[in-house]
């Protein structure tokens, strides 16, 4: 293939998830033609704020609220039908324009009844490592993916097919669910006739993205890959057994959509200014007491999709070191500064320690987690409000330092930092701006 002519970048999550990717996308897709999501499904929750109008979207990427920017579900995407339609309608009730500008891919997986039927189950069996999933069936689809027995999007529109599967799977998981977890069995007939109702609803919208993108290279087009969950929730590379069940990480870019490795030229990580988690697993430098719930009241830190509190903590730079080494970022994104100005002093992860040692991996197993000991080094805060600042020079002088020294640690250069949840409260530094032909004047949008 020809090398790309467009500008090609993929936006991860560098912490656990909710690190703003969705409004960096938002500010990113005013120069961007296609934006495609590549993993997860409707465990996601993007949020994007224009002018104050709230949109949080779970499976339709962030470019849809631009005009005339196409939006792909890519193949490594799990897709509730119901989900899609729902979160369809609703924005169609917002006058954003979905027909025609949003794409599904005929090889993504369908998560059906069952798949959140065996989860929720198997999250509450005596015995099971909890995981505090968000219900949607995640797991268990990428389960039957990889166990090849799964259900595509292009299985749908073969009505024998569907119901052949759906029926035989039935049996499969009402016999399994029955048996370990007592659960009521579910009837494959209704099941049936709803998803073969959706399955017409859907058809508009499916095509073969992963030729859909490669001609949109072919053509020069700018092309964003939106991540979603973050480096500690990937299958491979987080802290498992604490993680979702995808490539969250930017390597899943490639195999969630069918675009080469070489296609993907930018790697932009975001991070908080802080960390959070949501649902059970390690977590570092978690603050349990009146600090945690402090950066909660101020960051408003509670999930977009399920409304759990998430847990707080102070950044972690062996975690954003690592997350920078598996992604290989090309530039850092800052959210969530804002949430720090209050602080007189504001404590960094800057090492850990095992056994008394010091260390700069990350553990493979839990256990390991446990004894992690966090070297902290503590920066002087700002105590100044940095909420809509439009310039980096114009931050207050502890701010800028604060920032520099993140950039130095995990050697990726700072290109934007959001001090506020508006589109419009962002600043894009000197070199991010030009690399990737973005304004702060906002751009045309449906908000
Ligand atoms: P995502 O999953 O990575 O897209 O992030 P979420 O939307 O789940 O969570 C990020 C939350 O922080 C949302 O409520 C955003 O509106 C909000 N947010 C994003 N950037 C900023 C920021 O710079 N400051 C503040 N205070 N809130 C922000
Ligand atoms: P975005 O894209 C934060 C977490 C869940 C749970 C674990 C497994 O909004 O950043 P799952 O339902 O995926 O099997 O749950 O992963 N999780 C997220 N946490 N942000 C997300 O997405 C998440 N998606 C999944 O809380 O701990
Ligand atoms: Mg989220």
Not at 346 to 361: A, F, L, N
Request: hydrophobic share 40%; glycine share 12%.
């Amino acid at each position: 293939m020809k090398k790309a002519a467009g500008k090609t970048a993929v936006i991860i999550g560098a912490q656990w998830g909710d690190e703003g990717k969705g409004k960096i996308v938002d500010v990113l897709s005013q120069n961007f033609q296609v934006v495609a999501r590549y993993a997860g499904g409707h465990n996601a929750g993007h949020t994007v704020i224009i002018n104050g109008k709230k949109f949080i979207l779970q499976l339709v990427p962030c470019g849809v609220l631009r005009p005339g920017c196409l939006s792909v579900i890519g193949n490594g995407v799990v897709l509730d039908p119901m989900a899609f339609l729902k979160e369809v309608g609703a924005l169609r009730a917002n006058h954003v324009a979905v027909d025609g500008h949003l794409f599904v891919s005929n090889r993504a997986h369908v998560i059906l009844p069952y798949h959140r039927m065996i989860e929720l189950a198997s999250e509450n069996a005596p015995g099971r490592v909890k995981i505090g999933t968000t219900s949607r069936g995640i797991g268990p689809t990428y389960e039957d993916k990889m166990g090849r027995r799964g259900l595509r999007v292009a299985d749908m529109f073969d009505s024998a097919t569907m119901e052949q599967h759906i029926e035989n799977a039935c049996r499969e998981k009402n016999t399994i669910a029955h048996a370990l977890f007592n659960s009521a069995p579910i009837d494959p007939h209704q099941m049936f006739e709803e998803y073969a109702t959706a399955a017409e609803e859907l058809r508009p919208f499916v095509r073969d993205t992963a030729a859909l993108l490669n001609r949109s290279l072919r053509e020069g087009k700018n092309i964003m890959f939106e991540g979603a969950q973050g480096t500690m929730l990937d299958i491979d590379h987080g802290s498992y057994p604490f993680v979702t069940s995808s490539s969250a990480t930017s390597g899943g870019a490639v195999i969630g959509t069918g675009v080469p490795p070489n296609a993907i030229q930018d790697v932009i990580g975001i991070t908080k200014a802080y960390c959070t988690r949501v649902g059970e697993g390690p977590f570092p430098t978690e603050l349990h007491g009146a600090d945690g719930e402090d950066l909660r009241a101020k960051g408003n830190e509670y999930g977009a999709v399920t409304g759990r509190p998430r847990r707080c903590g102070w950044l972690d730079l062996p975690l954003l070191r690592y997350s920078a080494m598996i992604n290989g970022f090309t530039w850092l994104v800052v959210t969530k500064l804002d949430v720090l100005d209050h602080l007189a002093e504001i404590p960094v992860c800057v090492g850990y320690r095992v056994d008394g040692k010091p260390t700069d991996e990350i553990p493979a197993r839990g256990t390991g987690y446990e004894k992690i000991e966090c070297i902290y080094k503590t920066m002087p805060g700002w105590r100044t409000p940095t909420v809509g600042i439009d310039h980096f020079d114009k931050l207050p002088q502890a701010a800028q330092e604060y920032l520099r020294f993140i950039e130095r640690e995990t050697d990726a250069p700072i290109g934007m930092v959001s001090t506020g949840p508006d589109r419009d409260q962002t600043m894009l530094v000197k070199g991010f701006a030009e690399a990737f032909g973005v304004t702060m004047d906002g751009g045309e949008s449906h908000g």
